[in-house]
């Protein structure tokens, strides 16, 4: 299926899209830690403001329909942490899993934030959702911490594995990180 795959920056567009997936895995796993679903517009919004400094990623299929998306965004909202992200990917629940539509979005979003002058990425995951800790030590990703029993989610407490990928060796006073928009000419526009 990945032959067939376009990947390309999110768009406004692409918020009902965002909010379908969120739906199902908020209501279905726990994989979110999100009790509800936001409305539309919240999602155009974290479409816009996150696009102008980290990559937001669609994968479409041969026929320009969504079938996941992957993105960055700060891990904490001090300045300090500016040179850090936080990683999210999801793909739609019709998207035939294996066939490595969520490796092309993993590869070219770390691809984007080592361009980009990131120096450390997270993923936080459950720690039963073994297929996305599986994802993430294929790419490089180490345990970094567990937050134990932090989460009521669908009657159970749940921990929240921090998986790590060091993008590039912290050493020195670091450069900012170029903005998204700015890199995004090596990557497809909405």
């Given at each position: 299926?990945?032959?067939?795959i376009?990947l ?62 992957a ?21 739609h ?92 000419g ?5």
């Amino acid at each position: 299926m990945m032959g067939n795959i376009h990947l390309r920056a999110a768009r406004e567009s692409d918020a009902a899209f965002l909010q379908e997936v969120y739906r199902y895995y908020i209501e279905n796993t726990e994989a979110s830690y999100n009790d509800c679903v936001k409305p539309v517009e919240a999602y155009m919004e974290s479409i816009r403001e996150l696009s102008q400094q980290y990559p937001f990623l669609i994968a479409e299929d041969e026929a320009g329909r969504p079938v996941g998306f992957a993105n960055a965004e700060p891990i904490r909202p001090q300045s300090g942490y500016r040179h850090t992200v936080e990683l999210t990917i999801y793909l739609h629940p019709d998207c035939p899993k294996g066939q490595g539509v969520g490796s092309l979005l993993y590869t070219t979003l770390l691809d984007c934030l080592k361009e980009q002058g990131f120096y450390c990425a997270f993923g936080v995951i459950d720690s039963q959702n073994q297929a996305s800790i599986a994802l993430h030590r294929h790419f490089g990703f180490a345990e970094d911490s567990r937050m134990e029993k932090v989460a009521f989610r669908h009657g159970k407490w749940l921990t929240a594995v921090y998986m790590r990928k060091q993008l590039r060796s912290p050493e020195g006073v670091p450069a900012e990180p170029l903005p998204f928009t700015e890199a995004l000419g090596a990557y497809p526009k909405g």
